[in-house]
């Protein structure tokens, strides 16, 4: 069977599978813009319905390769665009790098230039589980600081979505001679808290399903936002395994919010092999229009306990020992007072 042959049959049994899944999950929209920029990590959440978000930069790299005697500079720019329809839990991903690369082969003095995309592809990201949709978790201790802000083990557990999509490869590619026109993609994305400024991503990746060069790859990356949380850092560990090309590639950076939809970025990143060594820097920003509007519940379709704490029986009574909700026990004395001297009276 060949490569097409191949990927003809696995592509829409992913994208099915990403319909199918069952819709257990719960998204949180935020009111500030949420980007998977500087980095290359994806965020397990969606942006929310509603929400159309730019994701670009201008990047630079130099690639150089002693072991075949060349040296290359690349320059280009990636675009992201990301939008959440239908379920909060639910986007749409493209996903562009377009770049320019001056090659120079020192042994025989000769030039080269090569363009088109090194990152081309097209996905549905889908939110399984959010750790935060008990609302028992996210209920602050009004008596504790530290019981607020101290790591615990339940903060492991983190929010899962997973993606299904494709890479492109459209006409006479350099960087891909030998891929198919679409070869399938599937990602789990992972997010997790571990405190009130730290952040945990991971992405475990396979792409390029069915082709001769398939590749696996994984991004971990931890981001901090400052005392300021209008500035935050990240780092980020990638690692790439295929026949065609294997790497691990560090990467750091900043990135500053101006406005709750408007993020700016820069970061920079280098790889650990020699054949070849890379030295690269992205320069960028993230933008959304929002148009996103909460899902309005009347109060007849409302559970018990959704908005506000139960009212338990004889509540209202004025005998009653219960006291009412949002009511402290001391003030609760003194209406029980006042409606024993009413009696009196």
């Not at 049994?13 to 813009?33: D, H």
């Not at 530290?146 to 590619?173: C, E, H, I, M, W």
């Not at 009574?317 to 909700?325: A, G, Q, R, V």
Request: some cysteine; glycine content about 6%; proline content about 5%.
């Amino acid at each position: 069977m060949d490569a097409a042959s191949r990927t003809s049959r696995v592509l829409p049994f992913l994208i099915i599978l990403c319909f199918a899944l069952p819709f257990f999950g719960f998204s949180q929209y935020t009111e500030v813009i949420n980007s998977n920029r500087p980095g290359l990590s994806v965020s397990a959440y969606a942006v929310g319905t509603g929400v159309v978000q730019i994701e670009t930069g201008l990047l630079y790299e130099q690639r150089d390769h002693t072991d075949l005697s060349w040296e290359s500079t690349i320059m280009g720019a990636d675009l992201a665009l990301r939008y959440g329809f239908f379920k909060e839990q639910l986007e749409v991903i493209y996903e562009g790098t377009y770049i320019q690369q001056d090659i120079t082969f020192t042994a025989f003095d000769l030039n080269e230039k090569r363009s088109d995309f090194s990152r081309n592809r097209l996905g549905i990201k889908y939110l399984l589980y959010d750790p935060f949709k008990n609302p028992d978790r996210t209920k602050p201790n009004l008596y504790s600081w530290r019981a607020n802000n101290k790591f615990q083990l339940r903060d492991l557990v983190p929010a899962v979505s997973v993606y299904a999509g494709a890479t492109f490869n459209l006409g006479d590619n350099p960087f891909y001679p030998e891929d198919p026109i679409v070869a399938p993609r599937a990602m789990v994305a992972t997010q997790s808290s571990l405190g009130p400024r730290l952040v945990l991503i991971s992405n475990l990746i396979y792409d390029r399903i069915g082709t001769d060069f398939p590749e696996m790859e994984y991004l971990v990356s931890i981001s901090h936002a400052f005392k300021n949380p209008k500035w935050s850092v990240f780092v980020e560990n990638q690692g790439i395994k295929s026949d065609r090309y294997s790497d691990i590639l560090l990467r750091t950076g900043i990135a500053h919010l101006f406005s709750k939809s408007f993020q700016a970025d820069f970061n920079i990143g280098a790889s650990i092999k020699s054949t070849p060594s890379r030295m690269f820097g992205s320069l960028g920003f993230s933008y959304r229009l929002d148009f996103h509007q909460d899902q309005v519940i009347s109060i007849d379709d409302q559970k018990a306990g959704q908005n506000g704490d139960f009212i338990k029986r004889n509540a209202f009574k004025d005998d009653s020992d219960t006291k009412l909700p949002g009511i402290s026990e001391k003030k609760m004395r003194k209406l029980q007072r006042k409606a024993k001297k009413r009696k009196k009276n």
